[in-house]
T-cell receptor, first 114, second 112 residues
Framework: GAGVSQTPSNKVTEKGKYVELRCDPI?????LYWYRQSLGQGPEFLIYFQGTGAADDSGLPNDRFFAVRPEGSVSTLKIQRTERGDSAVYLCASSLTERTGAIFFGPGTRLTVL | GNSVTQMEGPVTLSEEAFLTINCTYT??????LFWYVQYPGEGLQLLLKATKADDKGSNKGFEATYRKETTSFHLEKGSVQVSDSAVYFC???????????FGGGTRVLVKP
């Protein structure tokens, strides 16, 4: 079975542009997470979906960041008016509903804002 | 709030040496504790976990024991290999929570 996949693997954009990052979770996983990992640091939580709804979006840094999961499977993280400080690796992860820590991470999308 | 502190790297070792990476946490209640590993060019992988006090997680020769009295979850391996070169992250999920809180990561380099 396939793991969590993310596209694109790399994204270079200019300051002020809009970007979308896509995540395909493991089939059957109802929980989906977005994390952001800056260079030399641990991943930081952004948002968590249970099904189609955002159960916890407390990690989104500001209103330029938004994520959707309209059909409870694929999710898209959207960043408006990108800033250089948004440069990081954006990680997606999925899990079954129980909090066992069996959270599976994708390879990430490396976003570079010039 | 919840937080995880782990020793800074890089940690450079010779093959077959003993490895310890310290991890301490701050959390209310009884969190579950995890070690994740990130090999060069790969995504984060769960290495081991422990869900209650005195539990020992183990995998691939690595071990960590959940010590509530010292709020620690130190990672150990008795004899490292070059293939263990990676970045190791300690993490927790708080009681009744779903999101992982990570430490800053410790880079380990094992030389032949």
């Amino acid at each position: 079975g396939a793991g969590v996949s993310q596209t694109p693997s790399n994204k270079v954009t200019e300051k002020g542009k809009y970007v979308e990052l896509r995540c395909d979770p493991i089939s059957g996983h109802t929980a989906l997470y977005w994390y952001r990992q800056s260079l030399g640091q641990g991943p930081e939580f952004l948002i968590y979906f249970q099904g189609t709804g955002a159960a916890d979006d407390s990690g989104l840094p500001n209103d330029r960041f938004f994520a959707v999961r309209p059909e409870g499977s694929v999710s898209t993280l959207k960043i408006q008016r990108t800033e250089r400080g948004d440069s990081a690796v954006y990680l997606c992860a999925s899990s079954l509903t129980e909090r066992t820590g069996a959270i599976f991470f994708g390879p990430g999308t490396r976003l570079t804002v010039l | 709030g919840n937080s995880v502190t782990q020793m800074e790297g890089p940690v450079t070792l010779s093959e077959e040496a003993f490895l310890t990476i310290n991890c301490t946490y701050t959390a209310t209640g009884y969190p579950s504790l995890f070690w994740y590993v990130q090999y060069p060019g790969e995504g984060l992988q769960l290495l081991l976990k422990a869900t209650k006090a005195d539990d020992k997680g183990s995998n691939k020769g690595f071990e960590a024991t959940y010590r509530k009295e010292t709020t620690s979850f130190h990672l150990e391996k008795g004899s490292v290999q070059v293939s263990d070169s990676a970045v190791y992250f300690c993490a927790l999920i708080k009681a009744a929570g779903n999101k992982l809180t990570f430490g800053g990561g410790t880079r380990v380099l094992v030389k032949p």
